[in-house]
Nanobody, 124 residues
Framework: QVQLAESGGGLVQAGGSLRLSCAAS????????MAWFRQAPGKEREFVAA????????NYADSVKGRFTISRANAQNTAYLQMNSLKPEDTAVYYC?????????????????WGQGTQVTVSS
């Protein structure tokens, strides 16, 4: 079955960086759009970034543009989220999601497969 496993979360000071990874199995990774979402305490899950199957196109939430970079390594079945200039408001559980040849939609309902999430905490 399809499994998405996030890693790389942790505690970092404001202004710092983290790189999240999403290792995929049970699917033909190069045919899936990959995305990152996040959910802060007491808030709904929100879109962060998406990348198409070949890696040629990306989409970002306004709140992370210029600070976060989504990428993928199809040979390693892994997607990444490089997060720089982190702010306390970036604190959340980060989830990766996958959709077969999906468009770079920002809606949760556009993605069929989800990981369990990894906690990112940014201290001020």
């Amino acid at each position: 079955q399809v499994q998405l496993a996030e890693s790389g979360g942790g505690l970092v000071q404001a202004g710092g960086s983290l790189r999240l990874s999403c290792a995929a199995s049970g699917l033909t990774f190069s045919t899936y759009t990959m995305a990152w979402f996040r959910q802060a305490p007491g808030k709904e899950r929100e879109f962060v970034a998406a990348i198409n199957s070949s890696g040629s196109r990306t989409n970002y939430a306004d709140s992370v543009k210029g600070r976060f970079t989504i990428s993928r390594a199809n040979a390693q079945n892994t997607a990444y989220l490089q997060m720089n200039s982190l702010k306390p408001e970036d604190t959340a559980v980060y989830y990766c999601a996958a959709e077969y040849f999906g468009s770079l939609f920002a809606q949760e309902s556009s993605y069929k497969y989800w990981g369990q999430g990894t906690q990112v905490t940014v201290s001020s």
